[in-house]
């Protein structure tokens, strides 16, 4: 079985400061690991993903996340948030051994940036 | 840009209505899905496909039924809406993985809104 937990609901952060949205997950094998971001009206887009290699995983606008084993996570952060980023963000996970290639997906985080 | 469209956006329909939702990706992938979310809350998975004329459900029980003729178009069908059905329904595709230490991301499309009054 897999699961991902996100346990903020809403995280708010003043534009210039960095943010950090929480995920951390449970699989029985090797976890590939996911961030998806939702905007208004649009669908889900592929933020970045973790497989092997580098914990330190760098996606688009500017975001990274970090995985950590030991503590299975991997936190969505940005050094500095923009008013855009404020959107609903998703991280998701697959167990490597799931040949079906399904993800699992947290319950989401609301990320608000304020002027 | 990831191609994988959703018709329609928006959709108001009485009860006991017949529906299809559309869903077509242009990526050739082999592997389609379809998810449900009610606002705020996670996403569940409630049909996939691994190619065509291939079919499963998903984690979450649903009432509607889907078909994979064409590996382009995965459409999703509700024999008779009821408003416990009212939801949004995002499809998703994603290629065949490949060896050890691939790993293939989801595309989405912008989602169906459903209301059944």
């Known amino acids: 079985a897999q699961s991902v937990a996100q346990p903020e609901d809403q995280v708010n952060v003043a534009e210039g400061n960095p943010l950090t949205v929480k995920c951390t997950y449970s699989v029985s094998g090797n976890p590939y690991l996911f961030w998806y971001v939702q905007y208004p009206n649009r669908g889900l887009q592929f933020l970045l993903k973790y497989i092997t290699g580098d914990n330190l995983v760098k996606g688009s606008y500017g975001f990274e996340a970090e995985f950590n084993k030991s503590q299975t996570s991997f936190h969505l952060k940005k050094p500095s948030a923009l008013v855009s980023d404020s959107a609903l963000y998703f991280c998701a996970v697959r167990d490597f051994n799931n040949a079906g290639n399904m993800l699992t997906f947290g319950g989401g985080t609301r990320l608000m940036v304020k002027p | 840009e990831a191609d994988i469209y959703q018709t329609p956006r928006y959709l108001v329909i009485g009860t006991g209505k017949k529906i299809t939702l559309e869903c077509s990706q242009t990526m050739g992938h082999d592997k389609m899905y379809w998810y449900q979310q009610d606002p705020g809350m996670e996403l569940h998975l409630i049909h996939y496909?691994?190619?065509?004329?291939?079919?499963e459900k998903g984690d979450l029980s649903s009432e509607s039924t889907v078909s994979r003729i064409r590996t382009e178009h995965f459409p999703l069908t509700l024999e008779s809406a009821r408003p416990s059905h009212t939801s949004q329904y995002l499809c998703?595709?994603?290629?065949?993985?490949?060896?050890?230490?691939?790993?293939?991301?989801?595309?989405f499309g912008q989602g169906t809104r459903l209301t059944v009054v």
């Open positions: 496909s691994y190619g065509v004329n291939s079919t």
């Open positions: 998703a595709s994603s290629s065949r993985t490949g060896g050890v230490g691939s790993g293939t991301e989801a595309f």
